[in-house]
T-cell receptor
Framework: SQQGEEDPQALSIQEGENATMNCSYKTSINNLQWYRQNSGRGLVHLIL?????REKHSGRLRVTLDTSKKSSSLLITASRAADTASYFC?????????????FGKGTRLHILP | DSGVTQTPKHLITATGQRVTLRCSPRSGDLSVYWYQQSLDQGLQFLIQ???????AKGNILERFSAQQFPDLHSELNLSSLELGDSALYFC??????????????????FGPGTRLTVT
């Protein structure tokens, strides 16, 4: 079953604008990760945020985590054409003592020139 | 380039057949994960191996099996193939595995995938 669910399913914005994607999940987690996937290629890890962190930055990426609402957001600032990709959140399960992480269905981001 | 290799890149086969997908993890990574990605199901975790032993199991069908060899490469075997098995199959690797309290899994490095088409 899907743990994380991204919203929106698809997003088109002009180059230079900021893109915000959201992820909601169901069970308590230890951490949440965001991955990017270019069309038909393997996923690339972007950032990991622990359950005791509220915000994390990496270059033009900003991730927030609200464990009370079981949600996270990924903000990409000053978007570029190369940011066109699908973005997935992935969560573990606090109760499970294994390394399984569950991916959402992703947000397809399209940056318009 | 993630350092994870998968072969073959594409595979076209008929229903009822059996195929083997191969994955070589990054140098030094002990943990291997297999995922299936299809349009309707998204990215589904299938199974994880750590240093040769099965570590976690997800939505893997009984027709599918996997193993990790002493040299740490892994193979995913898909048998009695059905049209619905057509998908991208990804392998990922990570350095370690641990689930101590407060710890977190290492990030996973994904291979380029094998596109399986069952006709």
């Amino acid at each position: 079953s899907q743990q994380g669910e991204e919203d929106p399913q698809a997003l088109s914005i002009q180059e230079g604008e900021n893109a915000t994607m959201n992820c909601s999940y169901k069970t308590s987690i230890n951490n949440l990760q965001w991955y990017r996937q270019n069309s038909g290629r393997g996923l690339v890890h972007l950032i990991l945020i622990r359950s005791n962190e509220r915000e994390k930055h990496s270059g033009r990426l900003r991730v927030t985590l609200d464990t009370s609402k079981k949600s996270s957001s990924l903000l990409i600032t000053a978007s570029r054409a190369a940011d066109t990709a699908s973005y997935f959140c992935a969560t573990d399960d606090y109760m499970n003592r294994d390394d399984k992480i569950i991916f959402g269905k992703g947000t397809r981001l399209h940056i318009l020139p | 380039d993630s350092g994870v290799t998968q072969t073959p890149k594409h595979l076209i086969t008929a229903t009822g057949q059996r195929v083997t997908l191969r994955c070589s993890p990054r140098s030094g990574d002990l943990s291997v994960y297999w995922y299936q990605q299809s349009l309707d199901q998204g990215l589904q975790f299938l199974i994880q191996y750590y240093n040769g032993e099965e570590r976690a199991k997800g939505n893997i069908l009984e027709r599918f099996s996997a193993q990790q060899f002493p040299d740490l490469h892994s193979e995913l075997n898909l048998s009695s193939l059905e049209l619905g098995d057509s998908a991208l199959y990804f392998c990922a690797s990570s350095v370690e595995t641990h689930r101590l309290a407060g710890d977190h899994p290492y990030e996973q490095y994904f291979g380029p995938g094998t596109r399986l088409t069952v006709t």
